[in-house]
């Protein structure tokens, strides 16, 4: 078993071409797509399961995943609705705000039927996010390939990536994401994201919190990345670089993570403090520089300029 498997949504962004977020250029991007990205572009073996409309959004979005190299052997196309399409509002800061065009797009009506379960056989780790537990048929797909995962010794990696904008009240976000909380092997929160799953501001009474899974890690901007891992935790700090464009930072540190956590020889609890602090370097590393263009996939780096970062 080798690489990684990311399920969830493939969609379009839309990004602004200049400061006043008037001119527009479409952008590759979903969450689980991205992460996929940006392990091929870093070396690894990733492949994508995932459902986009049968049009010419969605083409585009498959032919730019086999360009990088991702296996999109599991994607799926439908009439049923359209690719997603979301506007990215940049702020002089870099920081971004999405607007969801399409609701409910494709990527929502994936089924579990429509998944081959020997993927789980030929992959050593699964990534999934929230987006694809918002409603049916997706959901089900989504917990069936978590626990599909699981019984075939897969590691588990979960994002919430919280877009609060498509879900129909934060109640209902909270206990959706809460519910995928303890089958993850390895967490990725942003601090607002944990502020707001747990309620707590500070982030060591936030981390208490969340049940007691193996790897948590807590994005922080600008200020780094905290990690929790065999009862110890830890900081790393953050690239210092010029912020172009969030949007995919958070997704080129999970890929960090798991491409790197991929090619170690050793399971994850056998990792050592070391092991874990390296993985976390680099990831901040690899996060950092994707601020440093527009777009998500196009702002996901390869394996030699993370590399030349950490010398």
Same mark, same amino acid.
């Given at each position: 078993m080798n690489g990684v498997l990311c399920l969830g949504e493939a969609l379009i962004d839309f990004i602004p071409l200049d400061a006043e977020n008037e001119t527009y250029q479409k952008a590759p991007g979903g969450a689980p797509a991205n992460v996929s990205v940006g392990i091929a572009k870093l070396g690894g073996a990733a492949t994508f399961i995932g459902k986009v409309g049968d049009d010419v959004l969605g083409q585009f979005l498959k032919e730019t995943l086999d360009? +990088?190299?991702?296996?999109?052997? =599991?994607?799926?196309?439908?009439?049923?609705?359209?690719?997603?399409?979301?506007?990215?509002?940049?702020? =002089?800061?870099?920081?971004?705000?999405?607007?969801? +065009?399409?609701? =409910?797009?494709?990527?929502?009506?994936?089924?579990?039927?429509?998944?081959?379960?020997?993927?789980f056989q030929q992959h050593k780790i699964f990534h999934f996010g929230s987006i694809s537990l918002i409603s049916e048929p997706a959901r089900s797909a989504t917990l069936w390939s978590v626990k599909q995962a699981k019984k075939t010794g897969m590691l588990i990696s979960y994002d919430p990536n919280l877009r609060l904008g498509l879900w129909d009240s934060e109640e209902q976000a909270m206990e959706t994401i809460l519910t995928a909380l303890p089958m993850a092997d390895v967490l990725k929160v942003s601090d607002e994201e944990l502020s707001f799953l747990t309620g707590c501001s500070n982030w060591e009474e936030g981390i208490a919190q969340l049940p007691d899974l193996p790897l948590i890690l807590v994005t922080l901007g600008g200020q780094g990345c905290i990690w929790h891992f065999k009862g110890k935790t830890?900081?790393?700090?953050?690239?210092?670089?010029?912020?172009?464009?969030?949007?995919?930072?958070?997704?080129?540190?999970?890929?960090?993570?798991? +491409?790197?956590?991929?090619?170690?020889?050793?399971?994850?609890?056998?990792?050592?403090?070391?092991?874990?602090?390296?993985?976390?370097?680099?990831?901040?590393?690899?996060?950092?520089?994707?601020?440093?263009?527009?777009?998500?996939?196009?702002?996901?780096?390869?394996?030699q300029e993370v590399q030349n970062l950490l010398k």
């Open positions: 360009g +990088y190299g991702v296996n999109t052997g =599991p994607m799926e196309f439908t009439d049923e609705a359209r690719t997603g399409v979301t506007f990215v509002t940049l702020e =002089p800061s870099g920081e971004r705000h999405f607007s969801f +065009y399409i609701n =409910p797009s494709a990527d929502r009506f994936l089924r579990k039927e429509e998944i081959d379960p020997s993927l830890g900081k790393v700090e953050a690239l210092d670089c010029k912020v172009v464009d969030t949007t995919g930072a958070g997704d080129a540190f999970v890929s960090g993570i798991l +491409y790197s956590i991929n090619e170690s020889a050793k399971p994850l609890m056998e990792l050592s403090e070391t092991d874990i602090v390296e993985i976390v370097r680099f990831a901040a590393v690899s996060g950092g520089l994707a601020t440093t263009k527009k777009g998500a996939m196009t702002g996901l780096p390869n394996l």
